[in-house]
């Protein structure tokens, strides 16, 4: 699939008020600083689609984006550390949990890691949720460049390790550096096989 176009549609924090359409959905998520505003300019090859910035925690809304005028992608707000203030990240947090479980135009999350660091409690939780909630999730491993093969590899495997202590497989996962646009063709073709799946059924 080629990104012929990305669009900005809205900002909100009201799952109601999101977009009508029965388009499919993709949400992204990670803790803050994770590197997810980097990651979706380079999946839709904009610089500045997602608004980076270097003080965390930056997004706090719901953000759609529509590709190709054919499916949305979804920014969601970071979660464990930012600087908010402590009503602020309780708002959020509750509409984050709104979204994935009233959207019924959600088709997968990607769960964003920063292959940099042990596997994080936070992370571990989160996706604990998403699977509880019986949402469908991938995980993409973040900022790849950063750090030699040899430490990448051993990174991912102990994540891998960590999350078969409590899953019976590991999810699907991807490895991507934004500033290389490493990991870009796989996750856009998988985004490409589910849409297709999800025309299919319909």
Not at 29 to 51: E, P, T, Y
Not at 107 to 119: S, Y
Request: aromatic share 10%.
């Amino acid at each position: 699939m080629k990104i012929k176009s990305a669009e900005f549609v809205m900002s909100n924090s009201d799952v109601a008020k999101c977009p009508k359409e029965r388009l499919p959905e993709y949400a992204f998520i990670g803790r803050s600083n994770v590197g997810k505003s980097s990651l979706i300019n380079m999946l839709v090859d904009k610089k500045n689609l997602a608004k980076t910035s270097g003080r965390p925690g930056k997004t706090q809304l719901i953000n759609h984006f529509i590709i190709n005028k054919s499916w949305y992608l979804v920014d969601l707000p970071g979660y464990g550390y930012a600087r908010v203030s402590k009503k602020a990240k309780k708002t959020f947090q509750k509409f984050i949990t709104d979204y994935f479980e009233q959207r019924k135009q959600l088709v997968l999350a990607f769960v964003l890691i920063d292959c940099r660091h042990e596997p994080q409690p936070v992370d571990i939780d989160f996706m604990h949720y998403l699977g509880e909630a019986n949402i469908p999730f991938q995980i993409i491993f973040t900022k790849a460049d950063k750090l030699k093969p040899n430490a990448l590899t051993r990174n991912v495997e102990a994540y891998i390790k960590k999350m078969l202590e409590s899953w019976e497989e590991m999810p699907v996962y991807f490895i991507t550096s934004s500033s290389k646009k490493y990991g870009k063709e796989a996750v856009i073709k998988n985004i490409e096989v589910i849409n297709q799946e999800v025309k299919d059924a319909l």
